[in-house]
């Protein structure tokens, strides 16, 4: 979705945007750690988030890779910078169809600083000289599909102000026209160069006004971090500091703690301010760290770490071919990338009902889905690489992930357990240590207020349900005693599956249950999870593999415990068990006595 | 669906079949009281219902529309009979291609009687001497589209039966072969000529099965009803009577009570020992009564007048282009028929989510929409046509149907008041009484069991739910009073409309409100029940229209009370009003004070 098109829905309903801005890191861990990072931000539901172009175009595949993640996997609207340093035309449009491509809609459009190393802005050969240039060529080629933000200068462009530190009337007058022939040029969106003085801004807002701008003007705020680095940032910008905040940084310049505190201090009263001054959006400079753009928010009260709304139990791709999916099988709810990356083929994606996608493809499972963060094989060596001598050892760590004494599980591209499964993980403890070795599961959820803090999503007027849900391993011993006992239990559906594609089960092939769903004023009942033999069929396949990819392979080979890992998964069942009767059943009924 | 699947399918769940045949009525009247039978006959979910063909095709027109109004309207997977006699392949086409293109799947393939007057069949010019080239022809035609149900005869064909009552031994078996021959050519399913010794009916499906036919055969069971009848039908059709039925006969032949009672009882001890031979399913000729026929099957314990199984809250047409059918807007809850008749041209029909169906393009409002079985207008010119001075005279005719007094209404094709109405009828009658003159309504449900009597639906082992509904006239004045209340109860949403179009609402104009869902073991979310604003706007024209045509225009010309009735369709409001809060909310709340 185009950010101007959700920044005037969130006017029309009296609500303030805010979005978070990060560059492309340089180093592989310095990616995984933006990503780890960007997961956690974008929680609290920013409007969008954007991703800088390295100067130069030194970055561009990084950025293009980035941007896709952004959207497709971290699943926030993405904006990219694109600008015209050493970009010929071919090049702009690489990067707008790989964007496009990947359902981004959203460009920043900009001249661009010179390459490092010159002072002055080279037009490059067969490219653009400036960011009209570059507006004028992205509406021409590509008409309405892209959202175009342009940069705003509050004290006008860098290049016409002296070394008094100002820019002379007549240069600031022509810079605010320019900034209008963006905007006549098909520019919809105004985000501006960082500032610390509020009154300039607003001022620069009523200029805009005077000469018919009328398209929303984002206030860029960068949150002083630290004492230098806010130096050489301020004096690269040739941005003005007004005495006070000098006078306020000097006694404490040295401490980088006291910094970072008066900077969300400062960050907060400006944006107070402005926000008084009617301004609707905020675009915070992050620098990719996280607490001072979120402490910012949250003394806003625009953000609240207790109340971070989910519109889905899991979070949909903002990329554009699939904005509208609202049902996924639970199987990857612990795996969402793997989930991304296995239905990136698809046409179209569930709308309201699974229905007829059983007949879905999913893509092969490869090494994509198994390839991992350092951070996170660092953490799972640490934590799961132990000596296994028997069947209890391997119990035990399954009990100590329920105990939620593990960060990492081969299982989860997640941290630690769901805030749910905390509501059942007593019981899990028991069936884990009974030999059922737990991978994924699910409360059960009577219509429950939607703004819970657990289990709540979708918006705060609602209800909410769940069917109780476990998956797990075991033997096929234990899984005999499962399917003995819930000849008992008739509102349990089961389904079982072996490496050896044996199948047991007491549903239809067909049939798609909805596990979780939501019941909301004026609207369609929304069912976000469903359980459905065939995509279980497709996932028994990627759960079996993590034993060897995620776990057994972190030993050395021949290692004893590597060999007893591979006989569990060579002879283990995995097992998909609902209790249908989310009011009066009890999942657990079934290990009572086993 | 073919009727050879759905008794395979209930087979395959240990379950019996039962189905009902009726013939096209000679009158108007006769076919309306059919339509009204066959209504509540199909209520208790029979399999199929088949009509007949009138001999030598002298009621083809009239055959095919009833039996697409079974397949359409009375929403009953529908056989048609087929003969030969007088029926060039011309007119065998056009028939087969009518009910293909009105969504049916069955046929009952016939040679057919001689026409009136002659003993002896004659094969018409172009046309087919016997069952088995009609069958043929279906096949190389139609392939796999019919399923093709013949007769078979028990007793031999009335044909090869000679003056003793007897057929040959010869007759008899090559007989069988000549059936033998209609199933090897494609028939799919064997329905019997009506018998009254069972031993006769058993050894024939034994002898069946000896020469390899597989298929189900159907036991044909007419219930005795007049004792002249049955003479007449068992002589017709040459049919064995075990002496003990006409000594129980005999001495009661006069009293028709006590016949009709021998012949339930006799139905059902036939069925009984039938059903203890393995028979899986029961048809029953029913001569378009209903009494007998229902009987036998409560006797067997096959249905249960409390236990009227609704799949939907609402009855699905059995057109083979509307079966995946599930999803509804409620305003035509009480003009089911209305509702079938300005959705006929629709492509595919709503299932699972009422969605982008907003685009939904409604037949156009028509004469067809009013027109109504003589009988129901007698009702209606009886219940409703009485003088009325002010509009306190008309609430309290709508006071009157709340209390259930009525047993029509001009907004309705229905009978009287809904089972669920009942539930609020109090506090209806108080609505009606301050005057919000209510046409439709359902109460809120909070996960009530699926087989409750009165709001149940779907089957047994599931929870269904509501949002409390009402929509009523009103004027101007009380809208905004409705209007000024609502400010206080935020779950309610409201719509509005005048004849004028004047739109007042609290909902967008994209909002889908599902008000009725159902959950169930191993299956998605079922929402049947929808209000949306673009079928509100549509469906207005005919609740207005309906003042005037089902109404005031049942005064004479000129008459002070068809004014008024006039006056009150020119200025009064139609609302729509949705309690979301199905837990908490009271949607009477919003007449507490008004």
Redesign the interface.
């Known amino acids: 979705m185009k950010v101007i098109d959700k920044i005037q829905s969130l006017a029309d309903e009296g609500k303030t945007a805010f979005s978070f801005e990060f560059f492309p890191p340089k180093t592989e861990d310095g990616v995984d750690n933006l990503f780890e990072r960007m997961d956690r931000m974008v929680a609290y539901g920013p409007t969008f988030c954007d991703i800088t172009w390295g100067a130069g175009g030194s970055t561009a595949d990084l950025t293009l890779d980035i941007a896709s993640r952004m959207q497709n996997v971290v699943c926030v609207e993405s904006m990219m910078h694109l600008t015209c340093t050493n970009m010929p035309v071919e090049k702009i449009d690489h990067a707008l169809e790989t964007i496009r491509s990947n359902g981004i809609q959203n460009v920043l459009a900009l001249r661009g600083d010179p390459p490092h190393g010159q002072d002055k802005f080279v037009q490059v050969e067969g490219g653009f000289d400036c960011a009209l240039d570059l507006v004028n060529h992205i509406r021409s080629k590509y008409g309405d599909y892209f959202g175009i933000t342009v940069a705003g200068y509050p004290e006008a462009h860098p290049d016409v102000i002296g070394e008094n530190g100002l820019a002379s009337n007549e240069a600031y007058q022509s810079d605010l026209e320019y900034l209008k022939k963006k905007i006549d040029a098909g520019a919809d969106l105004i985000v501006t160069q960082l500032f610390y003085d509020t009154d300039i801004f607003l001022k620069f807002v009523n200029d805009c006004r005077q000469i018919g701008i009328s398209c929303p003007i984002v206030p860029g705020i960068m949150p002083i971090n630290n004492y230098r680095g806010f130096l050489r940032m301020t004096g690269f910008c040739k941005t003005k500091i007004p005495v006070e905040v000098m006078a306020a940084l000097e006694p404490i310049k040295d401490n980088e703690e006291a910094v970072k505190a008066y900077g969300i201090h400062l960050g907060t009263e400006m944006c107070k301010k402005m926000l008084a001054h009617g301004v609707k959006s905020l675009h915070l400079y992050t620098l990719n760290m996280e607490k001072s753009a979120l402490a910012i928010l949250m003394n806003l009260g625009m953000i609240d770490e207790s109340k971070i709304s989910r519109s889905l139990p899991w979070r949909r791709p903002a990329n554009v071919f699939r904005t509208k999916e609202d049902v996924r099988p639970i199987f990857w709810a612990n795996r969402p990338k793997s989930y991304i990356s296995r239905t990136k083929g698809w046409e179209d994606f569930p709308?309201?009902?699974?229905?007829d996608s059983r007949s879905a493809s999913y893509g092969a499972l490869s090494d994509h889905q198994f390839s991992r963060p350092r951070a996170r094989d660092k953490k799972l060596q640490q934590e799961w690489v132990v000596p296994l001598k028997s069947v209890e050892d391997i119990q035990e760590k399954f009990k100590e992930l329920c105990l939620g004494n593990l960060k990492s599980s081969p299982w989860s591209e997640l941290d630690g357990l769901q805030p749910e499964t905390r509501i059942i993980n007593e019981q899990l403890i028991k069936v884990n240590s009974k030999g059922f070795l737990t991978i994924n599961s699910q409360p059960s959820v009577?219509?429950e207020r939607s703004d819970s803090p657990t289990v709540g999503w979708g918006g705060p007027?609602g209800?909410v349900?769940q069917k109780a849900y476990l998956e797990f391993f075991c033997s096929k011993e234990k899984l005999d005693a499962v399917v003995e006992k819930c000849k008992a239990l008739?509102?349990i559906?089961y389904m079982a599956v072996n490496k050896g594609e044996q199948w047991v089960s007491n549903?239809?092939q067909a049939?798609?249950?909805?596990v979780t769903?939501g019941?909301?004023?004026?609207?369609?009942?929304i069912?976000p999870t469903?359980v459905d033999p065939a995509s279980f069929n497709v996932w028994k396949d990627e759960a079996f593999e993590t034993w060897s990819r995620s776990w057994a392979n972190l030993y050395p080979e021949a290692d004893p415990s590597r060999n007893l890992l591979e006989e569990v998964k060579n002879s283990y069942y995995l097992v998909s068990l609902?209790e249908?009767?989310?009011?009066n059943g009890d999942i657990f009924a079934v290990f009572a006595d086993l």
Not at 511 to 514: L, S
């Open positions: 709308q309201g009902r699974w229905g009577n219509a007027v209800y349900y008739p509102s559906t549903t239809a049939d798609v249950n909805a769903w019941v909301f004023p004026a609207k369609e009942i069912q469903i609902v249908n009767d989310y009011i």
